[in-house]
């Protein structure tokens, strides 16, 4: 906090911007409280978008090893060219789906679309040419387009945003999860290959099809939509995250005087629906967030779609390379969580993104080097860590300058937002599809350098966005401390860092 003498300001500093009767609960029963939240929320969208993850490319890439390529007699590009149908796909329906679940309920958008992609990935099993692959997986990214914004959007109209980035890293853990857990599904499965005149390939794609549709029903269920509507919490509790929610944000700045006065960063709702789309369109925040995501997005991709194809080129075996892949992803799913819990805690973001950033860099310069395969196989474990730690932290900043950015506030404003990002870093995965070719193989020369580019420009992004920010908070500040209370009320915006 801001002394009187004005010598010291706390670089997390809560601003309460509603004056209102409001519900106080002691730090014993607001641990109790959001402990009852996440037990009923957390376990279910964790095993939902676990699923999600394994669908949307974990399986694609252990098929491949277990006879996809030979059976469909896929050459060249072709399986690129299947595995970017389903992003393109994803990106151009991202912005349509998010839109909808604000009209619609959570708990059966969800599992409705959760279903929809079950049902394609089970039938995915029984294609026998490439047409039938690209068409499936068109309709897959189709599918699923819309869940991982929902996801997102669902868990930021639940929790504040300073508790907002460690349930989001449980959610994106999912990404690190799912690989693990694929690469074990796979090497189980791959003893099932030619049972019922089906290769193992086919049995990736139809177990997990069933496993997807059984969950789907099971969340339909289980799932609450909104605080105000859930019927697991008494009135003051739903009050208590609702004021949480709304009347409070963390302010990642220091200055040396002055006052700040509240902020009130309440649900906008002037214009119609479609003007405050056009609100988030145009506003910069949105694009430099969905460029930093982009950056990030390639390079997990790549790392993620090609990683047992990259450790079967070290020389292991098929069965081998999938069990090889299992303790990577467990490392990156720990590391994932212990960053998004200090960062939630320490109520900082930049630091984080660029040490993710740094760390991915240093595993793919291993990777194009002549190190032994050991070193390699440690390269690997640092690229796939860095990655997936670096992106809940960027999706936790973006999700928290949304909640403070002056026209970004809304729920309309908000979900646009959020799905031009997340559809924006699509187009990443689209680049990472195509960079790791037949022709490079098993060097992947290319692909690698691509990938560093990739980072290499994203840490240069993040310190800009982060300088931008920090003169816009400077500034907003001295503007603040110049004028009257009522006067800076209105104008002061502060960013988190």
Same mark, same amino acid.
Not at 125 to 142: C, D, H, I, N, T
Not at 294 to 303: F, R, T
Not at 368 to 379: E, L, M, Q, R
């Given at each position: 906090?801001?002394?009187?003498?004005?010598?010291?300001?706390?670089?997390?500093?809560?601003?309460?911007?509603?004056?209102?009767?409001?519900?106080?609960?002691?730090?014993?029963?607001?641990?109790?409280?959001?402990?009852?939240?996440?037990?009923?929320?957390?376990?279910?969208?964790?095993?939902?978008?676990?699923?999600?993850?394994?669908?949307?490319?974990?399986?694609?890439?252990?098929?491949?090893?277990?006879?996809?390529?030979?059976? %469909?007699?896929?050459?060249?590009?072709?399986?690129?060219? /299947?595995? &970017?149908?389903?992003?393109?796909? $994803? @990106?151009?329906?991202? =912005?349509?789906?998010?839109?909808?679940?604000?009209?619609?309920?959570?708990?059966?958008?969800?599992?409705?679309?959760?279903?929809?992609?079950?049902?394609?990935?089970?039938?995915?099993?029984?294609?026998?040419?490439?047409?039938?692959?690209?068409?499936?997986?068109?309709?897959?990214?189709?599918?699923?387009?819309?869940?991982?914004?929902?996801?997102?959007?669902?868990?930021?109209?639940?929790?504040?945003?300073?508790?907002?980035?460690?349930?989001?890293?449980?959610?994106?853990?999912?990404?690190?999860?799912?690989?693990?857990?694929?690469?074990?599904?796979?090497?189980?499965?791959?003893?099932?290959?030619?049972?019922?005149?089906?290769?193992?390939?086919?049995?990736?794609?139809?177990?997990?099809? %069933?496993?997807?549709?059984?969950?789907?029903?099971?969340? /339909?269920? &289980?799932?609450?939509?909104?605080? $105000? @509507?859930?019927?697991? =919490?008494?009135?003051?509790?739903?009050?208590?995250?609702?004021?949480?929610?709304?009347?409070?944000?963390?302010?990642?700045?220091?200055?040396?005087?002055?006052?700040?006065?509240?902020?009130?960063?309440?649900?906008?709702?002037?214009?119609?629906?479609?003007?405050?789309?056009?609100?988030?369109?145009?506003?910069?925040?949105?694009?430099?967030?969905?460029?930093?995501?982009?950056?990030?997005?390639?390079?997990?991709?790549?790392?993620?779609?090609?990683?047992?194809?990259?450790?079967?080129?070290?020389?292991?075996?098929?069965?081998?390379?999938?069990?090889?892949?299992?303790?990577?992803?467990?490392?990156?799913?720990?590391?994932?969580?212990?960053?998004?819990?200090?960062?939630?805690?320490?109520?900082?973001?930049?630091?984080?993104?660029?040490?993710?950033?740094?760390?991915?860099?240093?595993?793919?310069?291993?990777?194009?080097?002549?190190?032994?395969?050991?070193?390699?196989?440690?390269?690997?474990?640092?690229?796939?860590?860095?990655?997936?730690?670096?992106?809940?932290?960027?999706?936790?900043?973006?999700?928290?300058?949304?909640?403070?950015?002056?026209?970004?506030?809304?729920?309309?404003?908000?979900?646009?937002?959020?799905?031009?990002?997340?559809?924006?870093?699509?187009?990443?995965?689209?680049?990472?599809?195509?960079?790791?070719?037949?022709?490079?193989?098993?060097?992947?020369?290319?692909?690698?350098?691509?990938?560093?580019?990739?980072?290499?420009?994203?840490?240069?992004?993040?310190?800009?966005?982060?300088?931008?920010?920090?003169?816009?908070?400077?500034?907003?500040?001295?503007?603040?401390?110049?004028?009257?209370?009522?006067?800076?009320?209105?104008?002061?915006?502060?960013?988190?860092?």
């Amino acid at each position: 906090m801001l002394d009187k003498n004005g010598v010291t300001f706390c670089s997390t500093a809560v601003l309460n911007v509603q004056e209102r009767a409001q519900i106080h609960l002691g730090p014993e029963q607001e641990r109790k409280l959001w402990r009852k939240v996440d037990l009923r929320l957390l376990p279910m969208v964790f095993f939902m978008s676990l699923l999600s993850f394994m669908d949307r490319g974990e399986c694609s890439c252990n098929a491949k090893l277990e006879g996809l390529m030979t059976q %469909l007699h896929l050459t060249g590009s072709q399986f690129n060219v /299947a595995l &970017v149908s389903q992003i393109m796909t $994803n @990106t151009q329906h991202t =912005l349509l789906r998010k839109l909808n679940i604000v009209r619609i309920l959570c708990s059966g958008w969800l599992p409705g679309i959760m279903f929809a992609w079950g049902t394609t990935m089970m039938l995915m099993g029984f294609v026998r040419s490439y047409p039938q692959l690209v068409a499936m997986r068109f309709l897959l990214g189709m599918a699923e387009a819309g869940f991982h914004p929902g996801v997102i959007f669902y868990l930021s109209m639940w929790y504040p945003t300073y508790k907002l980035i460690y349930r989001i890293a449980l959610f994106g853990s999912a990404v690190a999860a799912a690989g693990a857990v694929s690469g074990l599904l796979a090497y189980a499965i791959g003893f099932m290959n030619t049972v019922g005149h089906f290769e193992g390939w086919s049995w990736v794609f139809i177990i997990q099809g %069933l496993a997807t549709i059984v969950v789907c029903l099971v969340a /339909a269920f &289980v799932l609450v939509d909104y605080p $105000n @509507t859930a019927k697991f =919490l008494n009135a003051e509790e739903k009050q208590f995250i609702e004021q949480q929610r709304s009347t409070y944000v963390f302010i990642s700045l220091c200055v040396s005087h002055g006052s700040i006065p509240a902020i009130d960063i309440e649900d906008g709702g002037e214009g119609s629906v479609s003007q405050r789309i056009l609100t988030a369109i145009t506003d910069w925040q949105v694009w430099a967030m969905a460029f930093l995501l982009m950056l990030w997005d390639a390079p997990a991709h790549g790392i993620t779609l090609f990683l047992p194809t990259i450790m079967n080129n070290f020389g292991y075996d098929v069965p081998i390379s999938q069990l090889l892949t299992v303790p990577v992803y467990v490392a990156a799913t720990i590391s994932m969580i212990s960053v998004a819990h200090f960062s939630d805690t320490m109520k900082i973001r930049f630091p984080f993104i660029i040490a993710a950033e740094f760390v991915g860099l240093v595993g793919y310069i291993i990777q194009i080097t002549d190190a032994s395969t050991g070193v390699k196989c440690f390269g690997t474990y640092l690229v796939v860590i860095g990655v997936h730690t670096g992106i809940p932290c960027t999706i936790g900043w973006q999700v928290i300058l949304f909640a403070l950015a002056n026209n970004l506030r809304g729920k309309y404003k908000r979900a646009a937002g959020m799905a031009i990002q997340i559809g924006m870093s699509n187009f990443g995965g689209i680049v990472a599809s195509n960079i790791f070719r037949t022709q490079d193989d098993p060097r992947y020369t290319l692909g690698f350098a691509i990938e560093i580019g990739f980072l290499c420009t994203g840490l240069i992004v993040a310190v800009f966005s982060a300088y931008a920010y920090h003169r816009a908070n400077t500034a907003r500040i001295a503007r603040a401390m110049r004028d009257e209370m009522n006067e800076a009320k209105r104008v002061v915006d502060l960013y988190v860092i």
